[in-house]
């Protein structure tokens, strides 16, 4: 059964940084950060193929955020720069072990069969 271990959340004040990781018990097709709020959906914000080919950073995060996929340890690190409070959130690791869709073209999470615990990221005015 794959598993997903996340680490980096935290708090942290608006301008600075975290860095989230994400291990995968096992090879694993595309892995991807959402991230939730109370009340609303989750939704995607980066996005990687197995070899790091075909990424994805949402608009609401391009310019700050970067995403990185080390396939070797099966690996998917967030590094986040200049935080802002409304980037506050449970951040969750996800990913897929079927390739009938690309990477490119999964950014709902019915997309995706495995999910990690979650990590809170609280950035502060």
């Known amino acids: 059964q794959m598993q997903l271990v996340e680490s980096g959340g935290g708090s942290v004040q608006a301008g600075g940084s975290l860095r989230l990781s994400c291990a995968a018990s096992?090879?694993?097709?595309?892995m991807a950060w959402f991230r939730q709020t109370p009340g609303n959906e989750r939704e995607e914000i980066a996005g990687?193929?197995?070899?790091?080919?075909?990424?994805f950073l949402a608009d609401s995060v391009k310019g700050r955020f970067t995403v990185a996929r080390d396939s070797a340890k099966h690996m998917l690190t967030l590094q986040m720069n200049n935080l802002k409070p409304e980037d506050t959130a449970i951040y969750y690791c996800?990913?897929?072990?079927?390739?009938?869709?690309?990477?490119?073209?999964?950014?709902?999470?019915?997309?995706?069969?495995?999910w990690g615990q979650g990590t809170q990221v609280t950035v502060s005015a």
């Open positions: 096992q090879n694993t097709y595309c």
């Open positions: 996800a990913t897929t072990t079927s390739p009938t869709l690309s990477c490119a073209y999964r950014r709902e999470p019915t997309d995706f069969m495995y």
């Open positions: 990687s193929s197995r070899r790091g080919d075909v990424t």
